[in-house]
């Protein structure tokens, strides 16, 4: 439901007049004869639906792909399954990326406050050609696999580049992925080439990797070459740590031969070449191993950029994340914007939580990109960067990783800046992009996702498959988009793929994609995530989203951050369940009677009486996924003596001890 009827942010006439989005309503509307020009959002979005062909041939020519397009711009687009979008273009993703070779910054980088460094768009695309270089005379070709197990540092960007540029497919997994996380992924795709780092800063402390690249490169056998970057430390650089790695080479020497490099030979490859390999996230068992083509990851991060978030050329463009994080493969595409990115790795806390609004300031910062528990932890810290900072580059902030609450709203406009676009956004990895997100030139309202993503066709659909307005649903998109994926790795029949997305409606004529989400579209047009659907609540068969409570406990200042999971109850009852709480509450503090009848009232005065817990129970730590999620499926799992496959995908897999064989939920 809406949480206002009055936008908390609108755009001046001046603003939108000046947007990406409103300069390409203008240009597609003059090219294929339609009134284009000054139409309302839900008027632009039809369009985009009703005739993709138009549409995304639009956001080709408007992003100056480069390249060949042809003819056609999709066959078989009334099926969502197997239709085929630009099958006759040819073009190079890197060679998109790289398209200045001027002095402007193309990447600036802060390791914490212990590393600081910046490359030109010529210094990058030299980078670029001296690896691609290297990838080709060690034998790397078309289709191969280069993985990095790097920090969010400007290596990792260059070997990504130099994989595409030679028609390879790259992967990436952050450096605190322990060493079975890292072949539970890797393992699976068997990679030629593996980039890792020395080290990594966080929270001051340098975090060695060594032992565990060594461990990694012992146990692959298809690695011919493990490059190590100095970072963090100096081992690297020394030879006494590389000795250590099989097939172990410093970037240095790898790079050594190629000094002179200038120019890259880009493989012109077709639109659904595959470019990334992706990980699923979640702890039900081995990671999925998801492909994406680099036609579409090009065209849809265009368009997100470019008309959903109003990316222009030499913008400065960030997004706090790792190389384990879909948002990571986002960002580096804003290099096709003529964007600088700014890249950031470490703690978000350094200096008390305002390092990255230093970055911001320093470098004039024009697009902000966080996680909903980000701006969740500064506002419980009351900071107040508006009072600090100058912020006067910043016209967007991006908030991904889950739902962010109303109240969220009200500290950013409160606290951060009032004249700014904040656009929740929510896809995931599945599809390296976005279903729902922001629009520049439309109102933001308090709670909401602004709308869905051009050339999306989403929707939501009760139990039945049938669209709902003003109610909660499963999160659908009803028709072919240029981003699915190609499938799975080792799913030569696609049958995980269809198991995995196309099967929640068989009563359909056409599946649908099914993305897991529990959402609402509102009365604006606008979407509100309740959270995980597979994580959905139902207590005497009321379904409920888990981020309905957590925005209610998290309200009150004990709580740090809460998870709530349904347990079967009874035992053996055919299937109720009742709610449970658990809450992490600030040092000190021990829950009681007291708090624990405040946090009940609060939930039932704004939700339902359905939605208060039955049992509320203190825990030390809340298990989250690398990309900083909770994960209330293993949990439940842990509640239920149910084993847990895969804790090589949390940050902190220690946590779930505190939710085991609890006393508390036996009775």
Same mark, same amino acid.
């Given at each position: 439901?809406?949480?206002?009827?009055?936008?908390?942010?609108?755009?001046?006439?001046?603003?939108?007049?000046?947007?990406?989005?409103?300069?390409?309503?203008?240009?597609?509307?003059?090219?294929?004869?339609?009134?284009?020009?000054?139409?309302?959002?839900?008027?632009?979005?039809?369009?985009?639906?009703?005739?993709?062909?138009?549409?995304?041939?639009?956001?080709?020519?408007?992003?100056?792909?480069?390249?060949?397009?042809?003819?056609?711009?999709?066959?078989?687009?009334?099926?969502?399954?197997?239709?085929?979008?630009?099958?006759?273009?040819?073009?190079?993703?890197?060679?998109?990326?790289?398209?200045?070779?001027?002095?402007?910054?193309?990447?600036?980088?802060?390791?914490?406050?212990?590393?600081?460094?910046?490359?030109?768009?010529?210094?990058?695309?030299?980078?670029?050609?001296?690896?691609?270089?290297?990838?080709?005379?060690?034998?790397?070709?078309?289709?191969?696999?280069? +993985? &990095?197990?790097?920090? !969010?540092?400007? @290596? #990792? =960007?260059?070997?990504?580049?130099?994989? %595409?540029?030679?028609? *390879?497919? $790259?992967?990436?997994?952050?450096?605190?992925?322990?060493?079975?996380?890292?072949?539970?992924?890797?393992?699976?795709?068997?990679?030629?080439?593996?980039?890792?780092?020395?080290?990594?800063?966080?929270?001051?402390?340098?975090?060695?990797?060594?032992?565990?690249?060594?461990?990694?490169?012992?146990?692959?056998?298809?690695?011919?070459?493990?490059?190590?970057?100095?970072?963090?430390?100096? +081992? &690297?650089?020394?030879? !006494?740590?590389? @000795? #250590? =790695?099989?097939?172990?080479?410093?970037? %240095?020497?790898?790079? *050594?031969? $190629?000094?002179?490099?200038?120019?890259?030979?880009?493989?012109?490859?077709?639109?659904?070449?595959?470019?990334?390999?992706?990980?699923?996230?979640?702890?039900?068992?081995?990671?999925?191993?998801?492909?994406?083509?680099?036609?579409?990851?090009?065209?849809?991060?265009?368009?997100?950029?470019?008309?959903?978030?109003?990316?222009?050329?030499?913008?400065?463009?960030?997004?706090?994340?790792?190389?384990?994080?879909?948002?990571?493969?986002?960002?580096?595409?804003?290099?096709?914007?003529?964007?600088?990115?700014?890249?950031?790795?470490?703690?978000?806390?350094?200096?008390?939580?305002?390092?990255?609004?230093?970055?911001?300031?320093?470098?004039?910062?024009?697009?902000?990109?966080?996680?909903?528990?980000?701006?969740?932890?500064?506002?419980?810290?009351?900071?107040?960067?508006?009072?600090?900072?100058?912020?006067?580059?910043?016209?967007?902030?991006?908030?991904?990783?889950?739902?962010?609450?109303?109240?969220?709203?009200?500290?950013?406009?409160?606290?951060?800046?009032?004249?700014?676009?904040?656009?929740?956004?929510?896809?995931?990895?599945?599809?390296?992009?976005?279903?729902?997100?922001?629009?520049?030139?439309?109102?933001?309202?308090?709670?909401?996702?602004?709308?869905?993503?051009?050339?999306?066709?989403?929707?939501?659909?009760?139990?039945?498959?049938?669209?709902?307005?003003?109610?909660?649903?499963?999160?659908?998109?009803?028709?072919?988009?240029?981003?699915?994926?190609?499938?799975?790795?080792?799913?030569?029949?696609?049958?995980?793929?269809?198991?995995?997305?196309?099967?929640?409606?068989?009563?359909?004529?056409?599946?649908?994609?099914?993305?897991?989400?529990?959402?609402?579209?509102?009365?604006?047009?606008?979407?509100?995530?309740?959270?995980?659907?597979?994580?959905?609540?139902?207590?005497?068969?009321?379904?409920?989203?888990?981020?309905?409570?957590?925005?209610?406990?998290?309200?009150?200042?004990?709580?740090?951050?809460?998870?709530?999971?349904?347990?079967?109850?009874?035992?053996?009852?055919?299937?109720?369940?009742?709610?449970?709480?658990?809450?992490?509450?600030?040092?000190?503090?021990?829950?009681?009677?007291?708090?624990?009848?405040?946090?009940?009232?609060?939930?039932?005065?704004?939700?339902?009486?359905?939605?208060?817990?039955?049992?509320?129970?203190?825990?030390?730590?809340?298990?989250?996924?690398?990309?900083?999620?909770?994960?209330?499926?293993?949990?439940?799992?842990?509640?239920?003596?149910?084993?847990?496959?895969?804790?090589?995908?949390?940050?902190?897999?220690?946590?779930?001890?505190?939710?085991?064989?609890?006393?508390?939920?036996?009775?």
């Amino acid at each position: 439901m809406s949480n206002s009827t009055a936008p908390i942010w609108q755009p001046s006439a001046q603003r939108i007049a000046g947007t990406r989005l409103t300069t390409f309503m203008a240009a597609a509307g003059r090219h294929w004869h339609r009134r284009l020009a000054g139409v309302d959002y839900a008027t632009l979005h039809a369009w985009s639906i009703d005739h993709p062909e138009e549409f995304w041939a639009s956001v080709w020519e408007f992003g100056a792909v480069r390249g060949e397009m042809g003819t056609t711009v999709v066959t078989g687009r009334e099926r969502m399954l197997g239709a085929k979008w630009f099958p006759e273009a040819r073009l190079n993703f890197a060679e998109n990326l790289l398209r200045r070779r001027d002095g402007a910054d193309a990447l600036v980088f802060w390791g914490e406050d212990k590393v600081k460094g910046r490359a030109s768009h010529a210094e990058l695309h030299r980078a670029v050609a001296q690896t691609a270089a290297a990838l080709r005379a060690m034998g790397v070709a078309r289709g191969d696999r280069v +993985a &990095a197990y790097m920090p !969010n540092v400007p @290596a #990792a =960007v260059v070997a990504m580049l130099a994989t %595409a540029a030679i028609g *390879a497919i $790259f992967s990436s997994a952050s450096p605190d992925f322990g060493v079975q996380g890292v072949l539970d992924r890797f393992g699976q795709i068997e990679p030629k080439v593996l980039f890792a780092c020395d080290a990594y800063w966080y929270n001051g402390k340098a975090i060695d990797c060594l032992g565990k690249v060594a461990e990694i490169a012992a146990l692959m056998p298809t690695l011919e070459r493990v490059v190590l970057v100095p970072y963090a430390g100096n +081992a &690297a650089g020394a030879g !006494n740590g590389i @000795a #250590a =790695v099989k097939h172990g080479v410093s970037l %240095a020497d790898f790079l *050594a031969p $190629f000094a002179g490099e200038q120019d890259i030979c880009f493989e012109m490859l077709p639109f659904d070449h595959p470019l990334y390999i992706m990980y699923s996230s979640g702890t039900t068992g081995v990671p999925k191993c998801i492909v994406h083509c680099a036609g579409g990851a090009l065209l849809q991060h265009l368009k997100e950029h470019q008309l959903q978030g109003d990316v222009r050329v030499d913008d400065r463009l960030f997004y706090f994340t790792t190389c384990g994080w879909m948002m990571w493969n986002w960002l580096v595409t804003g290099l096709a914007s003529g964007a600088t990115l700014l890249l950031y790795d470490g703690s978000p806390f350094v200096g008390r939580g305002n390092i990255l609004f230093d970055y911001a300031d320093a470098e004039g910062m024009t697009h902000f990109g966080t996680s909903a528990k980000f701006i969740d932890a500064i506002a419980k810290i009351e900071l107040k960067p508006r009072q600090t900072h100058r912020l006067e580059n910043l016209r967007a902030m991006f908030s991904t990783g889950s739902p962010l609450v109303a109240e969220a709203f009200d500290y950013v406009y409160a606290n951060i800046k009032q004249d700014i676009q904040l656009a929740s956004v929510s896809g995931g990895t599945d599809i390296i992009s976005c279903f729902v997100l922001g629009n520049p030139n439309g109102p933001v309202y308090r709670g909401e996702i602004q709308c869905a993503g051009l050339g999306m066709a989403v929707d939501v659909f009760d139990d039945e498959g049938r669209p709902v307005r003003g109610e909660k649903g499963e999160l659908v998109c009803a028709r072919s988009f240029p981003v699915m994926p190609i499938g799975f790795w080792n799913d030569p029949e696609g049958a995980r793929y269809r198991a995995a997305y196309f099967e929640r409606f068989p009563n359909l004529p056409m599946p649908v994609w099914c993305h897991g989400d529990f959402a609402e579209i509102t009365a604006h047009g606008g979407f509100v995530i309740y959270g995980r659907s597979d994580a959905t609540l139902n207590p005497g068969g009321v379904r409920i989203g888990t981020a309905e409570i957590y925005r209610q406990v998290e309200k009150l200042t004990e709580v740090v951050e809460s998870l709530v999971i349904g347990q079967d109850w009874p035992p053996g009852n055919g299937g109720d369940v009742r709610v449970v709480l658990f809450v992490k509450l600030r040092e000190g503090l021990v829950h009681d009677d007291a708090l624990s009848t405040r946090i009940k009232q609060v939930i039932k005065d704004n939700t339902t009486p359905r939605h208060v817990p039955s049992k509320i129970l203190q825990v030390a730590d809340i298990p989250r996924t690398k990309s900083g999620k909770i994960v209330e499926l293993a949990v439940r799992n842990v509640v239920h003596g149910h084993p847990v496959k895969n804790v090589e995908a949390l940050a902190n897999p220690e946590a779930l001890d505190h939710f085991r064989d609890r006393t508390e939920l036996k009775s």
